[in-house]
């Protein structure tokens, strides 16, 4: 795949990401912290493969990592801070983050691999 292709896949992928992040949800309930559910999974992957697409694109595995988890906080923030029902959830903050970071380390060894 070459670099324009992944370009914009990475740049759809975030649209989509944000898109999704920040539209209303029905029946949110109170904020709870709840680390273990199938939402942080969907969260876990989510980065995880928004991390892959844009390392593909960078020669920085650092600047991905860095760049993803604060977007990832920033949709954190933005949910808290906009009037659409949603809220900052740490669960979700760590589980993004965590799926940055083994993206990273995915990243890394698929990077590895190509050269």
Request: hydrophobic share 55%; charged share 15%; with cysteine.
């Amino acid at each position: 795949m070459d670099k324009k292709t992944i370009s914009k896949a990475a740049l759809y992928y975030t649209l989509i990401l944000i898109i999704l992040s920040l539209i209303p949800v029905p029946d949110l309930g109170l904020p709870k912290f709840k680390l273990f559910e199938l939402d942080k999974l969907v969260h876990f992957c989510t980065y995880l493969i928004f991390t892959i697409i844009w390392g593909l694109n960078s020669h920085s595995k650092i600047k991905i990592l860095i760049f993803s988890i604060l977007f990832g906080l920033g949709l954190e923030i933005l949910q808290h801070i906009l009037p659409f029902g949603r809220y900052f959830d740490w669960g979700d903050f760590i589980a993004n983050s965590l799926g940055v970071l083994f993206g990273t380390i995915i990243l890394f060894y698929l990077k590895k691999k190509l050269l």
